[in-house]
């Protein structure tokens, strides 16, 4: 029976990227798979194995700078997501998300079958009305749903994050790999240290003998540039998104906040460093799957905030972390970065 399934994750870069073992066995059970993304999101479907289609739309009962509710584009998502003819629909969400209104967009388009995990009484919008025990990471809890739904990950397949290889060759970006990645941005600034932090950071990495590649977007140029100086390679606003996980992959270890990037580097399987404020929990939303030491305060004032602006002075969280903190880290995680590629770790890991 042909099985057209679409599954929808509406917001960011790293939620995305998180979803990718729930569509991997989705994909081992359907004829095809499309994704429904927010443009904040969208960019990583690509990235994704075993995905067929990536649709944009911007929620606004979930996009951080919503437009407007109006007719049209509703009527629009409608007519597009009737016009895809889907057998089922899987609705992702973070556990403050309702499913309930794509729900009800998708009953008004003729999907036929609606998933989702959901606290609401979801009355007939819901054929499966799936709950998840305990706090388990984000990506455990997406793969949940599409086992319920009567989709297991295929024998072999770990449940990991990945992407779609062969990444492009970013050699003459990097020069050799074997160094180490300082990411300084995050999409919601409650979440990214200081420039001034990351950039004793980065001289505390020079000075232990690492090359240091800095990364970040086209909007982090500037921020990129005065982390990195004049001694620390930048790349700011250089890279593509899938040239950004090659450098990534390239890398022995990567030191970032909570942020896409975060993801994106467990799913090449790059050990990470992460800076994490934990104004969301750290179980749920650290990077997944890889050698990973968690730096920053996890007891600080601003814990399960979920705020985006920093609203303690001096920002603690992360401002608290020492750069030999992260040296050490590092040393934990990967070879030093003078000579040739370093070994990857690739069982087992540190938090």
Not at 19 to 40: E, K
Not at 65 to 93: K, M, N, S
Not at 143 to 167: I, Q, T, Y
Not at 203 to 232: K, S, Y
Request: glycine share 8%.
């Amino acid at each position: 029976m042909t099985q057209r399934v679409l599954i929808a994750r509406l917001d960011s870069l790293g939620d995305v990227l998180l979803a990718g073992p729930c569509i991997r066995a989705v994909a081992a059970g359907a004829d095809s798979v499309t994704l429904l993304a927010g443009p904040l999101g969208a960019a990583a479907g690509p990235l994704l194995p075993d995905l067929d289609e990536v649709l944009i739309w911007r929620a606004p009962w979930i996009d951080p700078q919503p437009e407007p509710v109006g007719p049209a584009a509703v009527a629009e998502l409608v007519e597009r997501i009737r016009a895809g003819r889907f057998d089922r629909a899987l609705v992702l969400t973070s556990f403050h998300q309702s499913p309930l209104p794509l729900a009800l967009l998708l009953r008004l388009a003729g999907v036929p079958w609606i998933g989702a995990i959901c606290e609401d009484y979801p009355g007939s919008l819901l054929d499966l009305r799936h709950s998840v025990d305990g706090d388990p990471p984000e990506s455990e809890r997406a793969l949940s749903l599409a086992e319920a739904a009567g989709f297991p990950l295929p024998a072999g397949d770990r449940g990991a994050l990945a992407v779609r290889r062969p990444l492009p060759e970013v050699a003459a970006l990097t020069g050799p790999p074997g160094y180490v990645v300082v990411h300084p941005s995050a999409s919601v600034p409650a979440r990214q240290p200081s420039a001034a932090r990351s950039a004793a950071i980065v001289e505390a990495l020079l000075a232990a003998g690492h090359r240091v590649v800095v990364t970040g977007g086209t909007a982090d140029r500037a921020l990129t540039a005065e982390v990195a100086t004049d001694r620390a390679l930048d790349l700011g606003g250089t890279t593509t998104l899938a040239q950004l996980a090659s450098v990534l992959d390239r890398a022995s270890a990567v030191v970032v906040p909570n942020t896409g990037p975060a993801h994106l580097a467990a799913a090449v399987g790059t050990p990470v460093i992460s800076l994490f404020a934990p104004v969301v929990p750290a179980q749920r939303w650290a990077p997944h799957g890889v050698p990973t030491v968690l730096l920053g305060d996890q007891s600080a004032p601003c814990r399960g905030t979920r705020v985006r602006e920093c609203p303690i002075v001096g920002h603690p969280c992360l401002e608290s972390i020492q750069p030999d903190e992260v040296v050490t880290a590092v040393a934990r995680l990967a070879e030093p970065t003078t000579g040739a590629p370093q070994c990857r770790l690739t069982t087992g890991g540190v938090s």
